[in-house]
């Protein structure tokens, strides 16, 4: 892997891995159409920990009062005694995530030779990218955003949980499959959004460490990078993450998804016309 293709596909990373556009499709389309070959699976997950590293820094506050609640609410129900009434939300929402990280641990290990290859299809990035748009724009016209934090359940948290599992599938969207699922049960958007980049950092560190070593000589798929070449890619994905994090929350707090459904529409519909017509290779 070359350094200018370090660099951009980080940025591409960085830009689009909490956007519901889906950054693991985009990577994909990038890396064919100006460097002849994919960037891979692996590559991928391990450029994901820089974003995920953004998501630590940005909700640092939350994350630490989460935790302490979460410890704190553990170390209650052993002692037997009551958690103070204003932890009761954070030490809930900390099963949340605990929770709702479950369904993509298993599906990712179980299926990890079939998202390295076959689904890294142009074709099926494509299709995903306009099919689950109709996912994106029925969650956001059916759905009440009349929930808040001290509203969920367990329920919700695994139902989460389980559409984050849709993720794998690069053209999908961790957050688009995240947002969609909160939206539909009718949580406000702006606490779909940040359930979701909450739920994402056990499942993305996870994989990131996973496959690392793939990431230095990839076995079955993707280009090989350097030790420095994923130091960087990740110091990259960590800056234009935590931009991208920023502006995505203000955005969705007065913007609709529709928005990004029209873009994924445009976007999956030229990767279409261009694959039928020959000029562009729907694998490496």
Request: with cysteine; aromatic share 10%.
């Amino acid at each position: 892997m070359s350094w200018p293709q370090v660099v951009v596909l980080s940025i591409v990373q960085g830009l689009t891995e909490f956007l519901p556009v889906s950054s693991s499709g985009h990577l994909a389309l990038v890396s064919r159409l100006f460097f002849a070959g994919d960037a891979g699976a692996s590559f991928t997950a391990v450029t994901q920990i820089g974003t995920e590293v953004a998501v630590l820094v940005y909700f640092a506050k939350d994350i630490a009062r989460i935790a302490t609640a979460w410890l704190s609410g553990v170390a209650s129900a052993l002692a037997k005694t009551p958690l103070p009434a204003e932890r009761k939300t954070d030490y809930r929402m900390g099963w949340y995530v605990i929770i709702g990280s479950i369904p993509i641990m298993i599906i990712g290990v179980l299926f990890q030779h079939f998202i390295r290859g076959d689904v890294r299809n142009l074709w099926v990035i494509a299709c995903a990218m306009v099919g689950f748009s109709l996912v994106i724009a029925a969650a956001e016209y059916v759905g009440r955003q009349q929930r808040h934090a001290e509203q969920l359940t367990v329920k919700d948290g695994f139902l989460v949980g389980a559409a984050q599992c849709l993720a794998l599938i690069p053209g999908v969207s961790r957050s688009g499959a995240t947002i969609s699922a909160g939206l539909f049960l009718g949580m406000d958007r702006a606490l779909a959004a940040r359930f979701g980049f909450l739920l994402g950092i056990p499942a993305v560190f996870a994989s990131g460490l996973h496959e690392l070593p793939n990431a230095f000589d990839p076995v079955t798929e993707g280009m090989s990078a350097t030790g420095l070449q994923l130091l960087v890619s990740v110091v990259i994905t960590f800056v234009v993450g935590y931009a991208a994090i920023s502006w995505l929350l203000r955005f969705v707090s007065s913007h609709t998804m529709y928005w990004f459904v029209g873009y994924r529409v445009i976007a999956g519909t030229t990767i279409l016309i261009l694959l039928a017509t020959g000029a562009l290779a729907a694998s490496s």
